[in-house]
């Protein structure tokens, strides 16, 4: 069974930082390309950050320079690590395969406020 589990989001003020985990279950994460992705409030769902089995990584335009994306093998999590955070940047953010599997986790809420 896939679980996805998000956490670490929060309120944080322009030029903040934050640091998002996501907890993988082994089947999805031992074999897959993993992503963050997020979704603001009445837009689509947007891929911002990739990562291979190893370690090569993709990144939106969007957020290239200021996210960076991680994985622990070890322990089938998935990090990304936000500075310099913009009130655009507001969203839930979820993790996932690429392409994603068809479960989604509750993901993690992030609030930059200007």
């Known amino acids: 069974q896939v679980q996805l589990v998000e956490s670490g989001g929060g309120l944080v003020q322009a030029g903040g930082s934050l640091r998002l985990s996501c907890a993988a279950s082994g089947s999805i994460f031992s074999i897959n390309r993993m992503g963050w992705y997020r979704q603001a409030p009445g837009k689509q769902r947007e891929l911002v950050a990739a990562i291979s089995t190893g370690g090569s990584t993709n990144y939106a335009d969007s957020v290239k320079g200021r996210f960076t994306i991680s994985r622990d093998n070890a322990k089938n999590t998935v990090y990304l690590q936000m500075n310099s955070l913009k009130p655009e940047d507001t969203a839930v953010y979820y993790c996932?395969?690429?392409?994603?599997?068809?479960?989604w986790g509750k993901g993690t809420l992030v609030t930059v406020s200007s």
């Open positions: 996932n395969a690429v392409p994603p599997e068809a479960y």
